[in-house]
């Protein structure tokens, strides 16, 4: 059964030559109990297609369904079946967390006691600040409330706009485990994220550019359909490696990752012979070994390509 559906959504902001395209031609489904993700940068178009899958925006062409409901004609009823976390805190700042959860429980006919099992391994970890005003909760603080607050009427979709984006590494951890735990209660997650490791802990996930999806699959095999021998490099000068990487006639492809720049090759590497082409350069303490493709060398491949 399908949770999420999208049949050729397009959206455009503004007209003539100053006009944008958000969306192109896109379509997807998500399955129920589905934990699934749009991968993509900023500016790539998921904010405009959480919104209308919440029916605060109206797409140019295309249908879209949610729980089976359409997102134009049936409006009301989705936002009573859908939860949304936007991607900047919306929350009223001078309000406490106790009272900003009690509105938007008051909001949707229902309280708090009546939902606290869904929520209380979330709110668990915020309730000894409840009397504390919104805005001065920490990043992962304000994120387990708007989460909390995005919960509290049950919701059957749950749309969450880059989560984890501004929190530290040990919030974003905590986030996706509280994430787990909603999806074995039933419920349906469509997460965004502009955090290429994160799509691994997706089901499934569409890696999304300019308005256009570039692939969808789990993450599992969008990576395993990177065909081409992937190498790591590194020296003493890394800004220098990569320039006169990416000056190598061989070389295809050469992005920063961490520690390393991971390079493809048009034609088979010779590895003696790249090792003293870099050396007579003047690179010491050179690196270089065969590695596996992430969800980022893949997408970074589609863009090339």
């Given amino acids: 059964m ?3 559906k999208v049949d050729r959504v397009y959206k455009r902001f503004g007209s003539g030559k100053t006009s944008i395209e958000a969306l192109h031609d896109i379509s997807f489904s998500v399955s129920k109990g589905e934990l699934f993700g749009l991968i993509g940068p900023d500016g790539a178009g998921k904010t405009t297609l959480f919104r ?3 029916t605060l925006l109206l797409a140019n062409q295309g249908n879209a369904w949610v729980d ?13 079946r859908v939860g949304y976390m936007p991607g900047k805190f919306s929350l009223y700042q001078d309000l406490s967390v106790e009272e900003n959860l009690s509105f938007f429980a008051t909001l949707f006919g229902t309280t708090i006691q009546d ?3 869904l929520i209380k391994d979330i709110y668990a970890q915020i309730e000894p600040f409840k009397k504390r005003r ?6 992962g603080m304000k994120q387990k409330l708007a989460l909390s607050c995005a919960l509290i009427h049950r919701p059957s979709v749950l749309f969450l706009d880059e989560p984890t984006t501004g929190v530290d590494a040990v919030s974003r951890q905590e986030f996706w485990e509280l994430l787990k735990q909603l999806q074995l209660q039933g419920i349906t997650i469509v997460v965004s994220t502009p955090y290429m490791d994160e799509a691994g802990l997706c089901d499934r996930v569409a890696l999304i550019q300019e308005g256009k999806i570039l692939k969808m699959n789990t993450p599992q095999g969008i990576t395993k359909e990177f065909k081409r021998p992937l190498w790591a490099l590194r020296s003493q000068d890394m800004y220098r490696l990569m320039k006169d990487l990416r000056a190598f006639d061989n070389v295809d492809t050469c992005h920063p990752f961490g520690q390393f720049h991971h390079v493809t090759f048009k034609s088979e590497l010779q590895v003696d012979g790249l090792m003293e082409h870099l050396k007579n350069l003047g690179h010491e303490d050179l690196v270089i070994r ?6 980022e060398d893949c997408f970074m491949e589609l863009m090339n390509s």
């Fill in 52 to 54: 209308i899958l919440t």
């Fill in 68 to 80: 089976g409901y359409d997102v134009v004609k049936q409006y009301q009823d989705i936002r009573k």
């Fill in 290 to 295: 065969d590695v596996a493709p992430g969800i």
């Fill in 2 to 4: 399908e949770s999420v």
């Fill in 134 to 139: 919104a805005g001065a909760l920490s990043g």
């Fill in 115 to 117: 939902n606290y099992d």
